[in-house]
């Protein structure tokens, strides 16, 4: 019998409620499938800082060495913790884990109406690739002369040869897999997110890495789109893309708005991975900690969910996960239990229990 640790760290405001769905799908599909799950809590984020001054313990990265794989619900309250210091837990971990992919699937599943009138399940089916460890949000830079006419911030962007190669390389191996043309070349298509035209030393830099590994893959169609066209030809086009790859920053913003292509943020899953297995990879729902919502048990449990079935495909179990999507996807088709950001009154863990049963077959 396989067995797997997992982490779950709640975090703040609406993480709560979300990281509880996703841990009972996790034990129904675990009991379904014969496998064991150990879950542990770690109660990091705004009120841990709070108490302790720090946002998780010093030895966060250690404790989290000894699991499988983590599940973290979100984490900020702009109004007891300034989020550029919240956001240190999630950055931290990513970093220190080397979590140098940030893979985001967008997928319109059918049952759910998308704020884009072009979105339907038929059109609305890629996956961003995101560099997750560097690039413009790297950290370095400082502020100078505070307090005087002549203050002034400098923030670096830091590119590196082997930070943008491994994750263009990433998003032309899922693109030969994913096979979105079929079994003859080209199989898939990476488009590069770039704005090499403005950015004159980070994303030539970037541009010339994508094409040095894109020669690799004769077999994978390329395609190239500043990123501020990219939105537009989002929304305009969405069934023109396949996998596309971008730096943090660039990816960090077209993937919000890929959420809403998908139906919202409440359908939104991601991964922040260690291809490699050296480190634990992270899935989360990619929205916020909505602490307004908080308590009220109406907030959407299925980007959680998906964060689940994201874990369990990268942990080798593909019939779990295939399992979750199946039943989310029969949930969302009958259409009769519906959160508020679907125009319904059902409540987080109403959603939540359909779907497992869906799961048990009840």
Not at 127 to 133: A, C, F, L, P
Not at 305 to 315: A, K, T
């Amino acid at each position: 019998m396989s067995s797997y640790r997992v982490a779950i760290i709640p975090g703040d405001g609406v993480g709560i409620e979300v990281a509880t769905e996703a841990a009972k799908t996790l034990q129904t599909v675990a009991d379904k499938h014969g496998f064991r799950v150990e879950m542990e809590n770690f109660n990091w984020g705004c009120d841990y800082y709070l108490k302790n001054g720090v946002i998780m313990p010093a030895r966060a990265l250690d404790i989290l060495q000894e699991f499988n794989a983590i599940f973290l619900g979100c984490i900020g309250d702009a109004n007891k913790v300034p989020d550029h210091i919240s956001l240190t837990l999630l950055l931290a971990i990513r970093k220190g884990f080397d979590q140098y992919i940030n893979l985001r699937p967008i997928k319109l599943y059918p049952g759910v109406e998308s704020p884009v009138k072009t979105a339907t399940p038929e059109t609305v089916d890629m996956v961003v690739i995101r560099e997750n460890t560097e690039g413009e949000y790297s950290a370095a830079g400082g502020f100078f002369k505070l307090g005087s006419p002549d203050a002034f911030a400098i923030q670096t962007g830091i590119f590196t040869q082997k930070g943008c190669e491994r994750a263009i390389r990433y998003a032309f191996e899922l693109a030969r897999k994913r096979k979105k043309f079929g079994d003859k070349a080209p199989v898939g298509m990476v488009t590069n997110c770039t704005k090499s035209n403005a950015l004159n030393y980070s994303m030539v830099f970037w541009d010339s890495v994508y094409k040095k590994v894109a020669a690799e893959y004769p077999d994978v169609k390329t395609d190239v789109a500043l990123v501020d066209a990219l939105t537009m030809w989002f929304v305009k086009n969405p069934e023109y893309f396949d996998v596309i790859v971008a730096s943090n920053l660039f990816g960090d913003i077209i993937t919000d708005l890929g959420a809403m292509l998908q139906g919202g943020m409440g359908f939104a899953a991601g991964g922040n991975i260690n291809p490699e297995n050296i480190y634990p990879s992270m899935f989360e729902p990619i929205h916020g900690s909505a602490p307004k919502y908080a308590g009220k048990a109406i907030v959407n449990p299925i980007a959680a969910i998906e964060s689940i079935r994201m874990m369990l495909d990268h942990l080798g179990e593909e019939q779990a996960a295939l399992d979750i999507q199946k039943a989310v996807v029969k949930t969302l088709t009958l259409g009769k239990v519906k959160t508020a950001d679907m125009g319904g009154t059902s409540k987080t863990h109403e959603m939540g229990d359909v779907i497992r049963k869906a799961i048990s077959g009840k």
